[in-house]
Structure formats: C-alpha cells, structure tokens
C-alpha cells in the first residue's frame, strides 16, 4: 500500500466518496451503503474505485485503512476534558407555594406570579348568548338581522364588480 500526502488525498475526495469511505470504515457492505445512501450498489463501487485512485490503493480493505488513518487526527480532541472545571448546579429559581401554582422566587429578585394558560378557564358562551345577556332578547335579534344584512351587502358587492369585468371583456 503505496499513501499519498494525507493533505492532498482528503483535499482531492468528493464530499459523496468521503460518504461511501465512511460507511466502509464502519465494516458496511456496498449494498448496505446503497440502501443508506439510496443510490445502487454499481454507484457505490465506481465512488469507491475513484477514492482507491485518489488513495493510490488497490483493494477496498486498503482504501478502508487509508482513510481511516487520513481522518484519525480529524477525530481526536483537541485538549484535554479532565482539565474543564466541574460547574455546580445552581437553582436560580425555586417555587413557593403547590406545584403548578405559578409563584416562583428568582435567587436574584423579587417574586413572580405566572398563571399557566390552560389554568385560565374559557368562555362557554357565545358572542350573541352575551348580547342577549347583557341587552336582551331584542338586541340579539337585532344583531343577527344586521348581520345577515351586511352578508347580503358583501354579496351584492360582490356580484356587482363580477358583472362589470364581464362587461369589460
């Protein structure tokens, strides 16, 4: 197995023969890869014969190690994590009161009330049900007649501006 400069082998794969050379790292069949990548298993040998020329390998074992090996210091961490500090878990915020109460205390300020939106009971009356309410039977009615009176008035809009197009053509 005969490598070329790691630099320019990875700089001279296509983005879809890094994708086929990934998946053959991970010990994948080619008709694998074509399932996964949704393209046919033919696809998949020509991107994996032009990744071996690139690599300058012959076999798809070798093509395997080959960019395994080019993509390795891709993979390591670039410091070390034991040297992170290990953050406390503060609580900034802690409840007063029942659970779903909404009153909750921030560590750094006053109180706040927040009522959950599902808590807030809904109307069960409609619109008209509350002018009957508050006004009566008669302004009900008297709202339901200008309704129907300012549907009728879109509608006869309406028909007017159709029938003068249909008069323009």
């Given at each position: 197995?005969?490598?070329?400069?790691?630099?320019?082998?990875?700089?001279r794969?296509?983005?879809?023969?890094?994708?086929?050379?990934?998946?053959?790292?991970?010990?994948?069949?080619?008709?694998?890869?074509?399932?996964?990548?949704?393209?046919?298993?033919?696809?998949?040998?020509?991107?994996?014969?032009?990744?071996?020329?690139?690599?300058?390998?012959?076999?798809?074992?070798?093509?395997?190690?080959?960019?395994?090996?080019?993509?390795?210091?891709?993979?390591?961490?670039?410091?070390?994590?034991?040297?992170?500090?290990?953050?406390?878990?503060?609580?900034?915020?802690?409840?007063?009161?029942?659970?779903?109460?909404?009153?909750?205390?921030?560590?750094?300020?006053?109180?706040?009330?927040?009522?959950?939106?599902?808590?807030?009971p809904?109307?069960?009356?409609?619109?008209?049900?509350?002018?009957?309410?508050?006004y009566?039977?008669?302004?009900?009615?008297?709202?339901?007649?200008?309704?129907?009176?300012?549907?009728?008035?879109?509608?006869?809009?309406?028909?007017?501006?159709?029938?003068?197009?249909?008069?323009?053509?």
């Open positions: 197995m005969h490598l070329v400069e790691p630099g320019r082998a990875l700089e794969l296509s983005d879809k023969q890094r994708e086929v050379l990934d998946m053959i790292v991970e010990r994948r069949t080619s008709k694998e890869i074509a399932r996964t990548l949704g393209i046919s298993a033919s696809a998949v040998e020509q991107r994996l014969q032009a990744a071996r020329k690139v690599l300058n390998v012959s076999s798809r074992d070798d093509a395997a190690r080959a960019y395994a090996h080019l993509i390795a210091p891709c993979n390591q961490l670039t410091g070390d994590p034991s040297q992170l500090p290990v953050m406390p878990f503060v609580n900034h915020l802690s409840s007063t009161g029942e659970p779903g109460a909404g009153d909750y205390t921030l560590a750094d300020s006053g109180q706040i009330h927040w009522d959950a939106p599902w808590s807030t809904l109307p069960t009356q409609s619109s008209l049900e509350r002018l009957d309410e508050q009566g039977l008669w302004w009900r009615i008297a709202a339901i007649i200008g309704l129907c009176l300012a549907t009728a008035l879109v509608v006869l809009v309406g028909l007017a501006v159709a029938a003068a197009i249909d008069r323009l053509m």
